[in-house]
């Protein structure tokens, strides 16, 4: 039973699809040989007998990378589990930048990420008391490293309430099991998908060519942002494989959108690329959801947004619990957690992370409709693992050669 659910929810029914190419897990990650668990590391049980467990934590120490969530999560955890929460900052969006002043995630996940360009930082489990991560959220950049690695237990998925919360869309989604196991539980989206502005369209566009073909410049926009996979949409515009396209037919394709192209988060408190359609400089492009979002209830924009036939990019991150942890089911309960109806729908609320499962009543029916996802459509996984190890760095150095109106190679 979940804790105030009285017992579990019924698995939402969908008709979207994910592409099945995208099946790096199952080759990628054979856990046991790198298995990081110690006298004080006790193991996930593979089956839970009843729910809530019995965890026999006073404490939880999780890793995310939102201030204001963090914030409100502790104290509501805390309320509803009396176990505590301890926080920490560990996502840095420039894999180059170091961390600076954030407090440094705690214990030995940190080793899952070595071979990811130092997104975190290597400390010594001294610097957190309670030892290790019990949880820790990321992104599917990262999960299969760490399954590969050892360092994530498998999760007694079929025990757990909110496995059957989330949509089938990331259920399928594959990044998240190897071998018959579940090493992550989703708990946030990112889809790019086609926007427009409903006064300007008679009927909503349904291909990507919306942005290229017929349209006059000053009123298309396409934000160059790589984490939500804009560059990913011009290789299927051009008929290539996002995880390893051509990248000179990219090139050109791209080109002739440079008049079109504008880095929408420079300024996280305010997008350019909304900005734009909020003096009708543009009314078809693409977008992030939360973007989206902004426009419309936020500026008035009657932004409308579709998958078109081509298929949407799509990325999520996932709950995990690090073999490191010294409390895996108090991990695992904060994993649950997370996915809960009232929980997704506050982290929408503090930081328009797009939720993973329904939030029933726990948003205004205006929102409800706005993150209720086509039934309809073909998703692509963003490429990160899934394509030539390279694949994400030529993209990023491909936009700002373009950007910076430098020729090609």
Known sequence: MDEADGGRSPRPLSRRRVLKSVGVAAGAAT??????????????????????????????????????????????????TNIEVR???????????????????????????????GLFTEPSARDEPDGSFDNVVTTTDFLPRAM???????????????????????????????????????VEAQLTPLVYNADYFERPPDSWSALWDGADQSEVLVDTDVVYGHLEIAALYADEDPRDPDF?????????????????????????????????DAVVGSLSLPAVYEARFERGVPLEYVVPSEGAILN?????????????????????????????????????????VPVGDHASTAVREFLAWADEGEFHLKPHLFGPDETTTRYRRLIQRIEEGEDGD
Not at 32 to 44: F, I, Q, T, Y
Not at 154 to 177: K, M, N, Q, T, W
Not at 272 to 277: H, K, L, N
Request: one cysteine or more; hydrophobic letters at 35%.
């Open 148 to 186: 590969d690695d050892g360092l994530l237990h498998p999760l007694p998925a079929e025990d757990v309430p909110s496995f059957d919360r989330v949509f089938d869309v990331f259920r399928s989604v594959g990044v998240h099991r190897a071998d018959g196991d579940v090493f992550g539980l989703p």
């Open 316 to 356: 999520c991150s996932f709950s995990a619990v690090p073999t490191a942890s010294k409390r895996p089911l108090a991990g695992l309960r904060y994993a649950n957690w997370l996915c809960r109806p009232e929980v997704a729908a506050r982290r929408w609320e503090l930081e328009r992370a797009v939720p993973t």
């Open 87 to 117: 926080s920490y900052r560990t996502f840095a969006w420039d894999p180059s930048r170091s961390l600076g002043g954030r407090e440094r995630p705690p214990g030995v996940l940190s080793r899952a990420f070595e071979r990811v360009k």
């Open 31 to 80: 856990v046991g040989g790198g298995h990081l668990l110690s006298r004080d590391s006790p193991e996930m049980p593979r089956r839970i007998e009843s729910w809530p467990p019995d965890t026999g934590a006073a404490t939880v120490v999780t890793g995310d990378y939102y201030d204001q969530w963090s914030t409100w999560a502790r104290e509501a955890f805390h309320d509803r």
């Open 248 to 280: 000179d037919r990219l090139e050109s394709v791209l080109r002739r959108q440079r008049p079109k192209l504008v880095d929408g988060h420079d300024d996280r408190e305010r997008s350019a690329a909304v900005e734009r359609f909020v003096a009708e």
